[in-house]
């Protein structure tokens, strides 16, 4: 993990990814999470920033837009309600498994199944389309 600690950005691209920031000061930079391991920021500041998302973060991001609009509001609402409350904020970023390009992790252990990060989406056979 890449520490930067008491320093200060001005009209940056700043990749979040793996990184940690304590104590800066950000000014006009644009804050990007591309879904690699969470950062860590703490006593920062920032000024007129932008933030986007990009890699996976924006894949995920599109999936949850495409459930909320294809029958799963609810699923979505909940997710965004667990968020709301904190829940995922504690865990770490390999304990809800990873995709890699072969395919997803696959998931034995009951405890792991249970996780909040492991959604059991029903599985939908035929389903109208909303208008």
Not at 18 to 29: K, L, M, Q, S
Not at 46 to 51: G, I, L, R, V
Request: aromatic fraction near 10%.
């Amino acid at each position: 993990m890449t520490v930067h600690e008491g320093r200060s950005f001005n009209n940056a691209r700043i990749d979040l990814d793996g990184a940690a920031f304590r104590n800066c000061r950000f000014t006009g930079c644009e804050m990007v999470y591309s879904g690699g391991r969470p950062p860590e920021i703490t006593g920062c500041h920032f000024d007129d920033c932008s933030w986007s998302f990009g890699g996976s973060a924006a894949l995920t991001l599109g999936f949850l837009s495409a459930m909320h609009g294809g029958g799963f509001a609810d699923l979505v609402e909940r997710t965004f309600e667990m968020a709301r409350q904190g829940r995922f904020a504690d865990l770490p970023a390999s304990a809800a498994g990873s995709a890699t390009p072969a395919g997803p992790v696959e998931k034995s252990d009951a405890a792991d199944r249970d996780h909040p990060l492991m959604f059991r989406i029903p599985r939908v056979l035929k389903r109208p389309l909303r208008r």
